[in-house]
């Protein structure tokens, strides 16, 4: 079962469990706009040291504007298959409704200054996926909130 993360419970996973570069896990977080479990997926990134916040990514798995739910692919091939990115060299989340890929190293800036993650290397979706506030404590992972 997936970790459901709450305000009073919000581990969703232990460092030991995201150690490698590019693993993951999913959870569901609690919109308070909306009051719904959304579906999440945290990344390790490739870079640092596993016990910084920085490390890593969590972003909801709800398309932003849409009713498809992103996926997380470390299938290099089925990037190049399906959505026909042949530039892959590492995995990307892709919205496999509007073929629209996401890179979880890259960042671009929203209206009004704002930086964040997932900047859009391929297709035509508006943003880039909704981030998950994450923080890090005695070697547990916290999601706080959705952006």
């Not at 997936?2 to 977080?29: M, N, T």
């Not at 016990?51 to 969590?58: L, P, Q």
Request: aromatic content about 8%; some cysteine; glycine content about 6%.
């Amino acid at each position: 079962m997936l970790p459901h993360a709450d305000p009073d419970h919000p581990v969703i996973a232990g460092l030991a469990e995201l150690s490698k570069p590019w693993s993951s896990a999913d959870f569901f977080i609690r919109d308070f706009t909306t009051g719904e479990n959304v579906p999440a997926t945290i990344v390790r990134l490739p870079s640092g040291s596993p016990s910084s916040v920085a490390d890593y990514w969590a972003f909801s798995r709800k398309a932003p504007y849409g009713t498809c739910l992103l996926e997380y692919i470390r299938d290099l091939n089925k990037l190049r298959s399906e959505y026909d990115f042949r530039a892959a060299n590492h995995p990307l989340v892709g919205n496999p409704c509007s073929h629209t890929l996401y890179d979880p190293l890259k960042t671009t800036n929203l209206p009004g200054n704002i930086w964040i993650r997932g900047a859009i290397v391929q297709g035509s979706d508006v943003r880039p996926p909704l981030g998950v506030e994450i923080r890090i404590q005695n070697k547990q992972i916290l999601a706080i909130r959705t952006e």
